[in-house]
């Protein structure tokens, strides 16, 4: 539209600029998605490289922001539904996630087996079709279980308030003063970090999955001219010759932990408004929180 470059002469009108913009860019990439989805054209590969980490794409997301705001705080059953569906999204993958642990245990059982009874150096996996590596890549790739329930639990956890509190102020305080807290801190420390993270994980992953590499200084019109050349180059190299051979994904990991924070960020500063608004009675409303089974175990939850 060229309304940054117009109104670009000071910080405030470059801001309203990118605001505005935003509704025209988000509906152009909607409509246009074989500019940036279609990547048997090198050219789109390079334009959703540099997008995905773009003042265009945070404006784009910013603004939605705004405007779903904007139109729950005249129907708040909208919030509602937005804080139930995230909440919802984040539960759904921990609880998938977090099985990963049982898988993680059981394959270090079957190393411990293979390794030192049997004398196996290499192991052999899968129903059907079995897929043989060297016991040591075996034992380095449970680091990813690690990393996948770090990355995709984090928020599933903090959903079910199983994350510990440092507090000093928190529990004195009184309960519309708590929830002043809660949107501060979703505002001011969830949601720049998010950024920053995701930022910094968007171009460290693709510089491990294409070359020639990019980086955030990176103009769309250079990214272009360098999708001549590009070609993808995943990061295949392990610490040890027969080792783990796959740390493109802790990269993947990186980034989908810090898009999942964002959005639980947005939930939670919507979730703790509408408590703010409509008082103690509403606390936990529609909170898909896990039944533990066990008095013992739901209080030091609760305290937790």
């Not at 680091?143 to 000093?168: M, P, S």
């Not at 509408?274 to 533990?292: N, Y």
Request: net charge neutral; charged share 15%.
């Amino acid at each position: 539209m060229g309304l940054v470059e117009a109104w670009g002469g000071s910080a405030v009108g470059w801001f309203f600029a990118n605001i505005i913009e935003a509704y025209y860019n988000f509906f152009y990439a909607i409509s246009h998605p074989g500019l940036w989805l279609d990547w048997s054209n090198k050219e789109a590969i390079m334009r959703f490289a540099y997008y995905g980490g773009s003042v265009e794409f945070f404006f784009v997301v910013f603004t939605a922001f705004l405007t779903l705001t904007a139109i729950g705080l005249v129907w708040n059953r909208v919030l509602w539904g937005v804080v139930i569906g995230l909440e919802g999204f984040a539960n759904t993958i921990g609880r998938f996630v977090a099985w990963a642990g049982l898988l993680m245990v059981l394959q270090q059982i079957v190393i411990v087996f293979m390794q030192r009874i049997f004398a196996a150096s290499q192991i052999s996996m899968g129903f059907g079709s079995a897929v043989t590596f060297d016991v040591s890549w075996w034992a380095e790739e449970l680091k990813l279980y690690n990393a996948a329930i770090v990355a995709l639990c984090a928020t599933y956890t903090f959903v079910q308030g199983g994350h510990v509190r440092v507090d000093l102020v928190y529990s004195v305080v009184r309960y519309r003063t708590r929830k002043i807290i809660d949107m501060v801190g979703s505002l001011v420390f969830m949601m720049p970090v998010a950024v920053l993270v995701w930022m910094y994980g968007w171009f460290f992953m693709w510089r491990h999955l294409i070359t020639p590499k990019i980086s955030a200084s990176d103009k769309l019109e250079l990214m272009l001219k360098k999708s001549r050349i590009v070609k993808w180059n995943v990061e295949t190299i392990g610490f040890s010759p027969n080792g783990f051979n796959a740390y493109f994904l802790f990269k993947l990991l990186l980034v989908a932990f810090a898009g999942l924070v964002f959005l639980q960020a947005i939930a939670f500063f919507y979730r703790s408004y509408l408590e703010w608004k409509e008082g103690p009675e509403s606390e936990g409303k529609h909170l898909d929180k896990d039944k533990l089974g066990d008095a013992d175990a739901e209080l030091v939850a609760e305290i937790h």
